[in-house]
């Protein structure tokens, strides 16, 4: 079934939906999944938080040690950047950003990622994604569902199953440096179905 819309006397077919929650426009997707053979089309929402550029809830500097530590936060044309490496041998630097408001995840399934991080090597270095009740604390404090990675990794999309948790929460992203081996973390989109 196509949606139409009637302008101006000419039916036009809808390519793109949209629907506006809390200030915080959804995309609508349809889709279809076999039932006993049956084809049943079925229509989910996006909650685009930021996608390559576009900051639909915007992302701020949050927890950030040590404060003599290498960190970068920039949002760049089409990605934002997160850098953590300390001018310290033996020390361990974080950068950590974070939703400037909070997200309402009730009857949310999954937090998505598509991120990379383009650093050193070393498995001490790492990246992380958290939702948390805590906007300023460490990436880890009131820490409610995560995803750790560490070393370099190439560009990909991750989840987080949240469909258990619901309420106001942050999403903060973090890179971990040690010592001169740094995280170089690129994020392109993040977002919420």
């Known amino acids: 079934?196509?949606?139409k819309s009637n302008i101006t006397g000419l039916d036009k077919l809808i390519s793109k939906a949209q629907v506006n929650i809390a200030?915080?426009?959804?995309?609508?997707?349809?889709?279809?999944?076999?039932?006993?053979?049956?084809?049943?089309?079925?229509?989910e929402s996006i909650l685009n938080i930021y996608n390559l550029g576009i900051?639909?809830?915007?992302?701020?500097?949050?927890?950030?040690?040590?404060?003599?530590?290498?960190n970068a936060f920039d949002k760049l044309s089409d990605?934002?950047?997160i850098g953590a490496s300390s001018s310290l041998s033996s020390t361990i630097a974080y950068k950590t950003i974070v939703t400037d408001?909070?997200?309402?995840i009730t009857n949310v399934k999954t937090l998505y990622i598509d991120w990379e991080n383009v650093g050193s090597t070393s498995g001490s270095t790492?990246?992380?994604?958290?939702?948390?009740?805590?906007?300023t604390g460490s990436y880890n404090?009131?820490?409610l569902a995560q995803i750790t990675k560490t070393g370099r990794f190439t560009r990909l999309t991750e989840s987080i199953d949240v469909s258990a948790l619901s309420g106001l929460v942050y999403i903060k992203i973090t890179a971990?440096?040690?010592?001169?081996?740094n995280a170089q973390i690129n994020v392109y989109k993040v977002w919420l179905e």
Request: hydrophobic share 40%; glycine share 10%.
């Open 55 to 70: 900051e639909y809830i915007p992302f701020i500097t949050g927890f950030t040690s040590p404060s003599m530590s290498l």
């Open 1 to 3: 079934m196509s949606i």
């Open 23 to 43: 200030t915080i426009l959804k995309d609508i997707q349809k889709g279809s999944v076999n039932v006993g053979g049956v084809l049943k089309v079925f229509y």
């Open 79 to 81: 990605h934002l950047y």
């Open 141 to 143: 404090v009131s820490s």
């Open 176 to 181: 971990k440096g040690y010592g001169s081996a």
């Open 101 to 104: 408001t909070t997200i309402d």
């Open 126 to 135: 790492g990246a992380f994604l958290n939702v948390s009740t805590d906007k």
